[in-house]
């Protein structure tokens, strides 16, 4: 069955740090892969996607992941983070034969 | 322009009552989906319509949920009888095109059933 694990319940880095938000995906096929950022109190907005091509996704807010076949991952990254930042992200998977599975959130926070 | 607007944005209710939580999507968005998000279970797809019909119910918990579109504009997610298992957020959101186009979120309805 296709699954989605974000490994990580909570993350604090520092203001101005580097991030990775990790997220592995169990799909025999190739996925379509998003991740959504939900602000307090918001409802989800979508980051980027890869559906093919390219596996390294720019996305808004600076963001980019790299969908990686060999090792199931689509980790998304940020070289700088701000305090805004601060935020839960969900990774999910949109498979062509089940229903959208999203992750568990990661919940990030900044230190400043 | 509008987002997609759910309507309440909270609502607290006694066991066993009925709940109706609106959804208007984006105007020009042919696909809408009904989540509901808890802290136990995470974010869960209950139900996805494309063009008013529902394509995909597998995720509607049991009997006592229900969904309707009966047009482009207007969905409902119906509780009846509540339970107090079903406080969470519901979130609605809407594409586009189908279910691999990017959703856009409303602001959720919160409910607590007492």
């Known amino acids: 069955a296709q699954s989605v694990t974000q490994p990580d319940i909570h993350i604090t880095v520092s203001e101005g740090a580097s991030l990775e938000l990790r997220c592995n995906y169990s799909y025999g096929a190739t996925p379509y892969l998003f991740w959504y950022v939900q602000s307090p109190g918001q409802g989800l907005q979508l980051l980027l996607k890869y559906f093919s091509g390219d596996t390294l996704v720019q996305g808004i807010k600076g963001f980019e992941a790299e969908f990686k076949r060999s090792q199931s991952s689509f980790n998304l990254r940020k070289p700088s983070v701000h305090w805004s930042d601060a935020a839960e992200y969900f990774c999910a998977v949109y498979s062509s034969a089940s229903k959208i599975i999203f992750g568990s959130g990661t919940r990030l926070s900044i230190r400043p | 322009d509008a987002g997609v607007i759910q309507s309440p944005r909270h609502e607290v209710t006694e066991m066993g009552q009925e709940v109706t939580l609106r959804c208007k999507p984006i105007s020009g968005h042919n696909s809408l989906f009904w989540y509901r998000q808890t802290m136990m279970r995470g974010l869960e797809l209950l139900i996805y319509?494309?063009?008013?019909?529902?394509?995909?119910d597998s995720g509607m918990p049991e009997d006592r949920f229900s969904a309707k579109m009966p047009n482009a504009s207007f969905s409902t997610l119906k509780i009846q009888p509540s339970e107090p298992r079903d406080s969470a957020v519901y979130f609605c959101?809407?594409?586009?095109?189908?279910?691999?186009?990017?959703?856009?979120f409303g602001p959720g309805t919160r409910l607590l059933v007492l």
């Open positions: 959101a809407s594409t586009r095109g189908g279910k691999y186009e990017t959703q856009y």
């Open positions: 319509f494309n063009n008013n019909v529902p394509i995909d």
